[in-house]
C-alpha cells in the first residue's frame, strides 16, 4: 500500500517536474528579444550536459518535443551558444545612444532589460506552485 502511494506520489511529481521546466524553458524563449530572430532560434533543450550547437534557424525549438518524460531523473539543459547571447543577457552593449533603439543608454537591450534567463529563473517558484496546484486539483 505504502509502496503504491510512493509511486503514484513520484509520477506526479515527475509530471509538475517536466511541466515546470517546459513552462520556464518557454518561458526564457518567449522573453528572448527578436532583431533578425537567431538568438531565439539557438535555445538548445539537452539531455546530460550542456549543448554546444548554433543553427542560422530563426525558428525557436519546442522545449516540450526535447524535455525527457523522465526528466525528474536527469540534468536538463536549456543552452544558447550564439556568442552575444550573454551580452542580451547581462546588458554589456556599453553605452548606448539611443539612436537604434535597440539598447538603453545604460547598454541593455531595449526589449529584454533584465534579460532572458534572470527574470523566468525569478518566476521558477511561482510557475512550480501553479503548476502543482494544477496537477493537484486533478
Known amino acids: ?17 517536466r511541466a515546470s521546466g517546459i513552462q520556464l524553458f ?14 531565439r532560434g539557438n535555445w538548445f533543450v539537452s539531455v546530460g550536459s550542456p549543448s554546444s550547437e548554433t543553427t542560422s534557424s530563426k525558428a525557436a525549438q519546442n522545449p516540450a518535443s526535447k524535455m525527457p518524460k523522465d ?5 536538463v539543459f536549456l543552452t544558447n551558444n550564439l556568442p552575444y547571447a550573454e551580452t542580451v543577457e547581462f546588458g554589456k552593449f556599453g ?14 537591450s531595449s526589449q529584454a532589460p533584465a534579460g532572458m534567463m534572470r527574470i523566468s529563473v525569478r518566476r521558477w517558484p511561482a510557475i512550480l506552485k501553479t503548476i502543482a496546484a494544477k496537477q493537484a486539483a486533478k
Open 1 to 17: 500500500m505504502v509502496a503504491k502511494a510512493a509511486g503514484q506520489g513520484m509520477e506526479v511529481s515527475s509530471k509538475v517536474y
Open 26 to 39: 518557454s518561458d526564457v524563449i518567449e522573453r528572448t528579444p527578436v532583431d533578425e530572430g537567431r538568438l
Open 71 to 75: 526528466a525528474i531523473k536527469k540534468k
Open 95 to 108: 553605452k548606448g545612444d539611443g539612436k537604434t533603439g535597440k539598447t538603453t543608454g545604460s547598454g541593455y
